[in-house]
């Protein structure tokens, strides 16, 4: 019984994360060579404050390889994560560019990345971290940047996805007047609490490939919750699943942390399918991340499964 669970486990593991790294696909790749170098541009830190005349330096991108006189301009809106040069040369938007003669921008969100509007992000300066204000930093940023670069009445187009995709669409219904138009892919732009039906969409899709897959998983994360309850087995944790410090659980919002960020790889596959990805794969910790997905719930099972000993 004991050896038929693991054979399962493994085909169950291994079918599933055989997507992900047997093809990748890219959409496209400039031929271009583009400094991708960061430039800086002077944000004001309050938009809906006239009497606050703070302002901060905040990070963008840019390729004019394809830029023509007539032709487009492209802004990429930054998410909650650092702004990433390798979409200045890849993505669907950079084959777009290519053909409408388009003049690329990728703008960083504020507080993520290199772009800090504030010296910390202690309670009151957080209270500038929102998508209003954040909205009002690609309107400024357009606005300044068309004078700058001599845009004059070139077309404006916002891209971005999940969240950004969010910025793009409100963005165009906010500053009609400065957006021609915005591709807003996959934006959750209906708010929904303790979504759920995102995982169903996994399960489904992990079964498709083995049907007791979802439940070897369910039964990992089941038994890494019964770990967590003892220090004694932070160490091996740690150790298990390559985590960069030795782990520490002060509260419950901590060990929630901990779940979501290890099921994310699962899921991640799922969305994913390791599209796009391997130029966004960074230094140190997240590239060793990058290479552990499945494989790191396969470990807990093997090391710590008593049926599988």
């Known amino acids: ?33 583009v400094a991708e170098q960061d430039r800086w541009f002077t944000q004001r830190l309050d938009h809906f404050s006239g009497a606050d005349p703070r302002v901060w330096e905040q990070r963008y991108f840019m390729n004019d390889s394809f830029s023509q006189s007539d032709g487009p301009v492209f802004l990429m809106i930054g998410g909650e994560g650092a702004a990433n040069p390798g979409w200045m040369t890849q993505g669907t938007w950079i084959m777009y560019a290519e053909k409408m003669g388009a003049l690329c921008l990728l703008l960083e969100h504020r507080f993520y990345g290199k772009s800090h509007p504030t010296k910390d992000m202690s309670l009151e300066n957080l209270r500038y971290l929102s998508s209003q204000q954040a909205l009002a930093d690609l309107a400024h940023f357009q606005t300044v940047m068309t004078d700058k670069l001599g845009l004059g009445d070139r077309k404006w187009i916002v891209f971005g996805g999940s969240y950004p995709g969010n910025l793009a669409a409100w963005y165009r219904l906010k500053y009609p007047h400065l957006a021609h138009a915005a591709v807003a892919s996959s934006a959750p732009v209906n708010a929904v609490l303790n979504f759920s039906e995102y995982l169903e969409v996994v399960q489904a899709s992990l079964s498709r490939n083995h049907s007791d897959c979802p439940g070897m998983v369910k039964l990992a994360s089941d038994t890494l919750l019964q770990l967590l309850d003892y220090k004694e087995n932070y160490v091996k944790i740690t150790k298990d699943f390559y985590l960069c410090e ?18 994310e790889y699962i899921s991640d596959i799922v969305q994913y399918n390791n599209d796009n ?22 470990i807990l099972f093997l090391n710590h499964f008593p049926v599988f000993h």
């Open 1 to 33: 019984m004991a050896s038929t669970q693991l054979v399962l486990l493994l085909s169950c593991l291994w079918l599933s994360a055989s997507n992900a790294f047997t093809r990748r696909r890219f959409l496209i790749r400039s031929e271009v060579l």
């Open 246 to 263: 030795v782990l520490v659980i002060r509260s419950k919002m901590d060990q929630a942390f901990l779940l979501d960020t290890i099921a």
């Open 277 to 298: 990805r391997e130029f966004e794969v960074d230094s140190g910790c997240t590239r060793h991340a990058q290479n552990l997905d499945i494989f790191s719930l396969q």
